[in-house]
C-alpha cells in the first residue's frame, strides 16, 4: 500500500533557508563578512584611495589604508549584527584579502621594468609584504569586530582560551609571524609595499691593483693619480652621510668617485619628499644609492652629489617646502642648507645645481626654483602639482604658485625643467598637463614632459626620477667639471655655518 506523503507547506519553504543558516551559522557570519568586504570595496574604494591620494599620499599606501578601513568597517557592521567574533573576523581577513592583498599581487607582477636599470626579484620580498597586510588586516580584523561586538564580550573569552594549554603552540608561532610581519608591516605603511619586492643591483668596482708598501714605523702618503681613470672610478659605490643644519636633518648621497679623486668638484641635486613623508623616503622607497650608482657608473648621469633634506616641522607635515606660518622651510633650503653643503663638499656652483621632488616635494621643488633662479640652474616635478594652497600660505598663495608666477621668471633665468606623472594619476596628470601648457604658451625654453606607466606612487615616480637624471646627463654632460662655465652665481651667505656638523662618514 503507497502512503501519501502530505503536501509540502509554502511557510516550511520559507522557513528551510533559516534553518540552514542556524545549522551553518558560523560559515554564514564569515561568508557575510567576506561579502561585506568586497561590496564595500567596490562601492567606496576608488573614492577613498583618491582621497587618500588628494593628499598627497602614493597609491599603493592609499590602497591599503583604503583596504584598512573598509574591513574595519565591514567587521564592525558584521560583528555588531551577529554577536560571532570569530566568524567576523576570519570573513574580515578573507575580504581582506580578496580587496588588497591579490590585487597588489597582480599589480607587483605588472609592474613594469625601469629603462636602463638591472635589478633581482627580491624574494623574501614577495613573501614577508603579504604577511605584513596580513598582520594589519588581523589588526584591522580586531579593531573592527571589537566595536560591533564589544571589548567587553572579547575579554571574557581570553582567560579560557589560555587555560587551554593545547592552543600554547599556536600562540607561540602567531607570535613569532607577529615578530616577523611587523617589519614588512611597517614598510608597507611608510614606503609602500612595492618597494620591497625589488633589489637594485650596485656595479662592483675593480679598481687597479697597486703594490703595497713594506711595514715601516714611518706613515707613508698615497699620492694620488694626476690623470685618474675616471670611467673606472665612476664604478665606485657611493655612500650616504648625515647631517644636521640648523638642527635639522639632511642626508647627503656622496658618490664613490668624490673621496677616490679629491681634485673632482662635482654637481649637486636636492631631492625634496613629498607628504606625507620624510627625506629617508628616496633612501628606502626609491632605493636611491642603488639607481645612483648604476646610472653613474653606466655614465647616464655625470658623479653627482645628491642631497635629501626633512620638510617636516615640529607645527607640521605639510608644509609644501615653503615660507608660511608652519616654518620657513624654502628660506632654511635656500640660505642655510645649499651653502652649508657648498662648504663641506667640492661642488660647481649655481651653474650646476638642481632642484626636484615628489608630489608636494615636486611643488616645492618648482616653486623654490621659481623664487630664486639664481640659485638654481634646474628643477623636476615627479607627479606635482603648482598652484600653493591657501591653507598653507594664506593670501600669499597666488605669490606660491608656479602656475601663475612662471610668467615673473625673467627670460634669462629660465631653467630647463623636468615635469614627469604617472599614466594612471587622474589627480596630479592633469595638473602637469596645465603647467605644461602653460609652459609652452609663454615660450619656457626647455621642458621636458613625460607620462610613465603606473599612478601616484613609486611605480611611477622612480622612473620619471630615472628619467630626469637622463635629462641632467644630457644637459651637463658626463664630465662637467671638465666644462669652462662663467663664473657660478654667489650663493646666499650661510646664516648658520656653524649649525652645519656632519654625523656619518664621507
Not at 70 to 97: D, H, K, M, Q
Not at 334 to 350: C, E, F, K, M, W
Not at 374 to 402: D, H, I, K, L, M
Not at 452 to 466: F, R
Request: neutral net charge.
Amino acid at each position: 500500500m503507497r502512503i501519501r506523503r502530505p503536501p509540502v507547506q509554502p511557510i516550511r519553504l520559507l522557513l528551510a533557508p533559516i534553518r540552514l543558516a542556524g545549522r551553518h551559522l558560523w560559515v554564514m557570519v564569515a561568508a557575510g563578512s567576506a561579502a561585506l568586504c568586497a561590496v564595500l570595496g567596490w562601492l567606496l574604494g576608488n573614492g577613498l584611495a583618491q582621497y587618500f591620494e588628494a593628499q598627497g599620499m602614493d597609491n599603493e599606501r592609499a590602497y591599503l589604508l583604503t583596504a584598512v578601513v573598509l574591513v574595519i568597517l565591514a567587521t564592525a557592521v558584521v560583528g555588531a549584527a551577529s554577536r560571532r567574533p570569530a566568524p567576523t573576523r576570519v570573513g574580515g581577513l578573507v575580504g581582506f584579502a580578496a580587496i588588497e592583498i591579490v590585487p597588489f599581487l597582480v599589480r607587483a607582477a605588472n609592474q613594469p621594468a625601469i629603462a636602463g636599470l638591472k635589478y633581482q626579484q627580491n624574494i623574501l620580498g614577495w613573501i614577508l609584504q603579504p604577511l605584513g597586510m596580513l598582520l594589519l588586516a588581523a589588526i584591522s580584523v580586531v579593531v573592527g569586530t571589537a566595536l560591533g561586538v564589544g571589548l567587553a564580550r572579547d575579554a571574557t573569552h581570553l582567560p579560557p582560551f589560555f587555560r587551554r594549554r593545547r592552543f600554547w603552540p599556536a600562540i607561540a608561532v602567531a607570535l613569532a609571524l607577529v615578530v616577523v610581519a611587523s617589519g614588512a608591516a611597517v614598510t608597507a605603511l611608510q614606503d609602500g609595499p612595492l618597494s620591497a619586492l625589488r633589489n637594485y643591483s650596485e656595479p662592483t668596482a675593480v679598481l687597479p691593483s697597486t703594490s703595497t708598501p713594506a711595514a715601516s714605523s714611518t706613515p707613508f702618503v698615497v699620492v694620488p693619480d694626476p690623470t685618474p681613470d675616471i670611467s673606472l672610478l665612476r664604478q665606485i659605490p657611493g655612500g650616504v652621510s648625515y647631517l644636521t643644519i640648523a638642527n635639522r636633518q639632511v642626508d647627503v648621497y656622496v658618490p664613490g668617485v668624490y673621496g677616490a679623486d679629491p681634485e673632482l668638484s662635482l654637481p649637486v641635486v636636492y631631492l625634496l619628499h613629498g607628504t606625507p613623508g620624510q627625506q629617508a623616503d628616496w633612501l628606502n622607497g626609491a632605493q636611491l644609492s642603488a639607481v645612483l650608482d648604476q646610472m653613474i657608473g653606466t655614465g647616464v648621469m655625470p658623479p653627482t652629489i645628491v642631497v635629501l633634506p626633512n620638510g617636516n616641522t615640529p607645527r607640521s607635515t605639510d608644509t609644501e617646502w615653503g615660507d608660511s606660518s608652519s616654518g620657513d622651510i624654502e628660506a632654511w633650503i635656500v640660505n642655510q642648507v645649499v651653502p652649508s653643503i657648498d662648504l663641506q663638499y667640492r661642488t660647481l656652483g649655481a651653474a650646476y645645481r638642481g632642484i626636484a621632488g615628489l608630489s608636494s616635494g615636486g611643488y616645492g621643488a618648482v616653486n623654490i626654483a621659481f623664487q630664486n633662479p639664481t640659485v638654481f640652474s634646474w628643477a623636476g616635478s615627479y607627479s606635482g602639482y603648482f598652484v600653493g594652497r591657501e591653507a598653507t600660505f594664506g593670501s600669499a598663495w597666488r605669490a606660491n604658485s608656479p602656475l601663475y608666477t612662471a610668467s615673473g621668471v625673467p627670460v634669462a633665468e629660465r631653467m630647463p625643467l623636468y615635469l614627469g606623472a604617472g599614466s594612471t594619476d587622474y589627480v596630479f596628470k592633469p595638473d602637469t598637463a596645465q603647467f605644461a601648457a602653460t609652459l609652452t604658451a609663454l615660450g619656457w625654453p626647455d621642458v621636458d614632459l613625460q607620462t610613465v606607466p603606473g599612478g601616484h606612487g613609486w611605480v611611477a615616480w622612480t622612473p620619471e626620477m630615472v628619467q630626469s637624471f637622463t635629462m641632467l646627463g644630457q644637459l651637463w654632460g658626463p664630465e662637467p667639471w671638465l666644462t669652462p662655465v662663467s663664473p657660478p652665481q654667489t650663493a646666499p651667505a650661510v646664516a648658520a655655518a656653524g649649525s652645519a656638523s656632519a654625523r656619518g662618514d664621507l
